[in-house]
């Protein structure tokens, strides 16, 4: 237990670094390091919050498993944490019956990095960014609406999609605090990841959000996140740091929302599309169609891994009994973001 309570706390001392004293007009900023090897495993895992039902007790099971094998560094949720609305404030039971007693594996007891999807706006969406729920269980670090985990391999830029949703902010039910006015927030929020993704000099760029940008199973695109944070996404953009050239390139975008698992390839950019929303409830033979090209989709309950460093990338999509439904590679050079 020694090493787990030990990577728990320099992950919790280094978010209450980033919250003391943030930088004007910037992402908050987690640092986690890679392995010494320079190798990363992670966990990628969306809408789950059942209180075990609708198969997520048998999909923490597997995820436990895998990340065993694999040695995870951390976790990230794609949103929809609890269902159906939230929590209702830090000491609400739910958490624990939807969180800390599902995931208990020895090797889920790292950090989970987390962003908020829509039914966690219904309720009290504060309360799941509180300090206070990181007394109830301390892997749970939804530290920000939006915020960068910085692993030097990569940089995971946590984003929050709520709010470009108009039929869900025109909706009295969602908790829109620290977010109204709308317009402001997300001009502000574009620019700062625009201004990240620019800064940034991770070979691996991977952003995360709840809702799909390009998606074939029931909720299918999103328009807001089509029109607005699409074209961030695809933009390669060179900028001059001090030492060198570096191409502004993002490599994927991790979502939830769809209750599916599904890879997507752009047709006009590098980037990879991947659903991980298979946590719990799935929506079996729920599809729609996309202009982009859908390299696998399965309608059922799972989860995705992640395994990087410098110049891989292995990705692999398990279904709800640990079988592999697909993998995706990518390779690049250390001189690949260099021109």
């Known amino acids: ?4 309570v030990a990577i728990l706390l320099a992950a919790v001392v280094a978010v209450a670094a980033s919250l003391l ?17 320079g190798s990363l495993s992670i966990l990628a895992v969306g809408d789950w919050g059942r209180r075990g039902q609708f198969n997520q007790t048998l999909v923490a099971e597997q995820m436990g498993v895998v990340g065993e094998k694999l040695d995870i560094d951390f976790v990230i949720s794609t949103g929809d944490n609890i269902y159906d609305d939230g929590i209702a404030n830090t000491s609400d039971p739910l958490f ?3 969180f800390t007693n599902i995931y208990t594996a020895q090797s889920l007891q790292k950090p989970w990095y987390i962003v908020l999807g829509n039914h966690d706006y219904t309720g009290n969406a504060l309360a799941q960014q509180d300090p ?16 960068i985990v910085n692993s030097e391999i990569a940089d995971f830029f946590l984003v929050d999609t709520s709010p470009f949703y108009l039929k869900y902010w025109n909706s009295s039910k969602y908790d829109w605090r620290n977010v109204a006015p709308r317009d402001t927030y997300i001009e502000t929020l574009l620019k700062d990841l625009d201004d990240a ?4 000099e991770a070979p691996w760029k991977i952003v995360v959000g709840h809702h799909p940008i390009s998606s074939g199973c029931e909720h299918g695109n999103t328009t807001e996140l089509q029109q607005l944070l699409r074209p961030i996404l695809e933009a390669c953009i060179l900028s001059m740091t001090s030492s060198s050239l570096l191409a502004r390139g993002v490599d994927m975008y991790v979502n939830g929302h769809d209750h599916c698992l599904q890879h997507i390839s752009s047709r006009n950019s590098p980037v ?13 033979g729920k599809f729609k ?14 989860f995705v891994s992640m395994q990087l460093s410098k110049t891989e990338a292995h990705l692999v999509f398990y279904d709800v009994a640990g079988n592999v439904l697909h993998t995706y590679d990518s390779t690049k050079t250390e001189e690949d973001d260099e021109h």
């Open 21 to 37: 004293a943030p930088a004007a007009a910037e992402l908050t900023r987690v640092e986690h390091p890679p392995k010494s090897e």
């Open 132 to 147: 206070a729920i990181r007394e109830v269980d301390s892997r749970y670090l939804a530290i920000a609406k939006s915020f």
């Open 197 to 200: 993704l620019t800064q940034s």
């Open 272 to 284: 990879q599309f991947m659903t991980s929303g298979g946590g719990s409830k799935a929506w079996a």
């Open 1 to 4: 237990m020694a090493p787990v």
């Open 96 to 98: 624990k019956e939807c």
């Open 289 to 302: 169609t996309t202009s982009d090209k859908i390299e696998f989709i399965y309608d059922g309950q799972g």
